[in-house]
């Protein structure tokens, strides 16, 4: 599956079937998402809108998991 921009909701579904869980509010609109089991930290806008391509992107590689995984 191609990397496409996603909704903040899906992000965060995504990321807590990875282990993540909130950790607090980061600076301005971020907030911090961690893994108790490694403690990879991971920023993640909060907006209204879909969040680039780019910065999906960004977060697959900090949590280290491929692409294809992460978008099913």
């Known amino acids: 599956m ?13 990321l807590k079937d990875y ?3 909130f950790y607090r509010q980061g600076k301005g609109s971020h907030e ?6 490694d403690g990879v930290v991971v920023p993640v806008p909060k907006k209204s ?3 680039r391509k780019g ?3 960004a977060i697959i590689r900090q949590i280290g998991v491929d692409v294809e995984d ?3």
């Open 19 to 21: 282990g993540f869980r």
């Open 32 to 37: 911090l998402w961690v893994r108790d089991e």
């Open 55 to 57: 910065t999906i992107r």
């Open 49 to 51: 809108g879909d969040i």
């Open 70 to 72: 992460f978008m099913k």
């Open 2 to 14: 191609p990397l496409r921009p996603l909704s903040y909701n899906e992000v965060i579904r995504r």
